[in-house]
């Protein structure tokens, strides 16, 4: 019997792998289309029967783990978050660098570093969709256009040349073409605090080493303009081009059921344990080794790593820190370990599986999502009581009150 059905129609392993990794980001939901992109060196040509176009197909597809990931994220995802999967231009305008301030990590990569500061001047980009003519330099003239990829965010990729990808997240009324928030042109505290939470990471790690199950995506660098609200985040993505998957969670109404049958499960337990499991101890983790904790650690700011086969490695990604807070004494530090909890803990497990069960046709109904809910939790607590070594907290309450009073 075949792995995968589809209108009575069922596909083997080899076939349905295929299908995934170059068909399943193209899934046939109301108000999407399929789509093919090329890219250069890495396409490959071939015939795969789709599913969902009903036919044979063929065209250029990108098997890459990385252009996986760009169409996953563009276009497995509510309609109204789906944007296209074709380059746009990226205006950036060079303006004097004593109108701005810089904030450069210190290992920011030189390459990178060098695409937007030069000399007495600073390229800044541009959102594509913004309207409002309050932010800095909106109408200023253009001094370099790059191609850039939206994705399920306000956020932009670069992947342009030989360099490593970068996103920039950038000051916009508009992150989609159809929703408006005023509030997302104001970045200037949102760029002092990415840094500053960026630099702290960097600094437990070179402490503690890398966590292999929690991977933090950090801003290299960070500018915003004297004065003013206007400012935009460079993320190095050099991270997620290591030959894995990475999956959006948002995805995970969308294709999750075609990959738990991958590995042949049944989805709902699938999940449990490829995704609520796993993000309640990554929540535990970011506590317990850098003290920080997310206000709203929803399904945009996490992805789940798969291995070449696209079956999850237990590793969780986090990104946006600029949505983290010290709950820590860790906050006196830059790099410093923490000894007590100065704030409630907040896990806010629902955000995590946020809109999950209001996708179409989402087979992640109320009763699964409670289960996971349940699943998330026990781990959180579990993975923090044994990071910080208090085996008698049986509780998030419990361990709150030991992990406040440690001295």
């Known amino acids: 019997m075949g792995l995968w059905r589809r209108d009575g129609q ?71 978050f789906r944007t296209p999967t074709g380059a746009v231009e990226l205006e950036l305008a060079a303006v004097p660098r004593s109108d701005v301030v810089v904030e450069l990590a210190a290992d920011a990569p030189r390459a990178l570093a060098d695409r937007f500061l030069a000399g007495d001047r600073v390229l800044l980009p541009r959102h594509p969709l913004n309207r409002d003519a309050s932010v800095a330099f909106s109408s200023a003239p253009t001094a370099e256009r790059w191609p850039a990829r939206f994705t399920s965010s306000r956020t932009l990729v670069v992947e342009h040349g030989s360099a490593a990808p970068f996103a920039l997240k950038l000051a916009t009324d508009h992150p989609h073409p159809a929703v408006c928030q005023p509030e997302k042109t104001r970045m200037a505290t949102e760029v002092e605090e990415a840094l500053h939470f960026a630099a702290h990471v960097r600094a437990v790690d070179a402490r503690l080493g890398a966590d292999p199950e929690l991977i933090v995506l950090t801003e290299s660098l960070g500018v915003r303009v004297r004065g003013g609200e206007t400012g935009f985040l460079v993320r190095d993505l050099a991270r997620l081009c290591d030959g894995c998957f990475y999956l959006p969670a948002f995805s ?113 109904g109320p009763e699964t999502l409670e289960r996971w809910y349940a699943r998330h939790d026990r781990a959180y607590v579990a993975e923090l009581r044994s990071q910080r070594g208090l085996a008698g907290s049986s509780s998030l309450e419990a361990l709150a009150r030991e992990l406040a009073a440690a001295a």
């Open 252 to 364: 995970i109404p969308f294709v999750g059921r075609a990959l738990a049958a991958l590995a042949q499960r049944e989805f709902a337990a699938f999940w449990a344990d490829a995704y609520a499991e796993p993000v309640g101890r990554a929540k535990a983790r970011l506590l317990a080794r850098y003290g920080l904790q997310y206000v709203t650690p929803n399904p945009q700011n996490i992805l789940v790593q798969l291995d070449r086969a696209l079956r999850p490695t237990g590793a969780i990604v986090f990104r946006d820190l600029a949505d983290t807070d010290f709950v820590t004494d860790s906050a006196q530090a830059c790099g410093a370990a923490w000894t007590r909890v100065t704030a409630a803990l907040a896990p806010e497990t629902a955000n995590s599986f946020w809109a999950f069960d209001q996708a179409p046709d989402s087979p992640a």
């Open 10 to 80: 069922a596909f083997g392993r080899e076939k349905t792998l295929l299908l995934i990794r170059r068909a399943l980001s193209r899934v046939r939901i109301p108000g999407s289309r399929a789509v093919y992109i090329p890219l250069r060196r890495i396409a490959q040509r071939w015939t795969v029967h789709s599913p969902w176009a009903g036919a044979e197909t063929k065209g250029e597809v990108a098997p890459h783990p990385f252009a996986q990931w760009l169409l996953w994220e563009e276009q497995s995802n509510f309609a109204g």
